[in-house]
């Protein structure tokens, strides 16, 4: 069973020959936390290289937005500074056709209490009922909070809600498993063909084709699925 992450994050990732620790002389130097409400913090390295700053609480999540800006002011503007959440998935399964993505993270924004651009929403697709399903992304805390309950109004239907088990680490250059792009250190750079079916000149977004696991086909077996998906054996491993 998942759990929702017990802290909020602020991340700081500079280019190569970036000081952290200047950065965060400077930044303990013109920031108080103590003004924005903060009161302890916890520092520790990212995967990516980067500085990660913990606050304990997810009610904090609006301080550890101003904490963001103001970094955003003081350090170059070069230096990424990101609010990154863990994310959980959820399939939605059982309204009709009326029913679009646009109204599915609003109700999800309402009733989860999360952000409407932290929230993406699959291919809406048909079941054998004649109704319909959908796979939906977003913060772990709104994705357990809306699993919990079990069941959600959309429309004129009660919907089913499930909580996905946690997709393993992916690097999204070459699309392996266990890894980050930061850390890739494979020849392969998948990162501009489409998540959906691994041909280039279209986003995922505008994919018609079917689906394809490029991981799947790589090792020969087979791939006429969502690549990461319950069906992929590569994931697995």
Not at 7 to 26: H, M, N, P, W
Not at 29 to 51: D, F, W
Not at 177 to 200: M, N, P, Q, W, Y
Request: hydrophobic content about 35%.
């Amino acid at each position: 069973r998942r759990r929702p992450p017990k802290t909020v994050a602020v991340v700081i990732k500079g280019e190569e020959g970036f000081s952290y620790a200047d950065a965060l002389k400077q930044a303990r130097t013109e920031i108080s936390l103590k003004e924005i409400g903060i009161g302890t913090t916890k520092i520790r390295k990212a995967m990516n290289g980067g500085i990660i700053i913990e606050i304990p609480g997810v009610e904090n999540k609006d301080k550890a937005n101003i904490l963001a800006q103001k970094l955003k002011q003081i350090l170059p503007k070069e230096t990424k500074i990101t609010r990154p959440s863990i994310k959980g998935e959820l399939r939605v399964i059982g309204f009709d056709e009326s029913v679009k993505a646009e109204e599915i993270k609003e109700i999800i924004t309402e009733i989860g209490e999360c952000e409407y651009n932290e929230i993406s929403v699959s291919d809406i697709r048909p079941m054998r009922s004649g109704l319909f399903m959908t796979w939906v992304r977003c913060p772990l805390v709104a994705a357990v909070k809306l699993a919990n309950n079990g069941k959600l109004k959309i429309g004129w239907s009660i919907v089913r809600v499930e909580l996905l088990e946690a997709r393993p680490k992916q690097c999204y250059k070459c699309w392996e498993f266990g890894h980050t792009r930061g850390v890739c250190k494979s020849e392969i750079d998948r990162s501009s063909l489409c998540f959906k079916c691994g041909r280039a000149d279209h986003s995922y977004r505008e994919c018609k084709n079917e689906l394809y696991c490029a991981l799947c086909a790589q090792e020969g077996i087979e791939a006429n699925h969502r690549i990461g998906s319950l069906r992929c054996k590569v994931r697995k491993k």
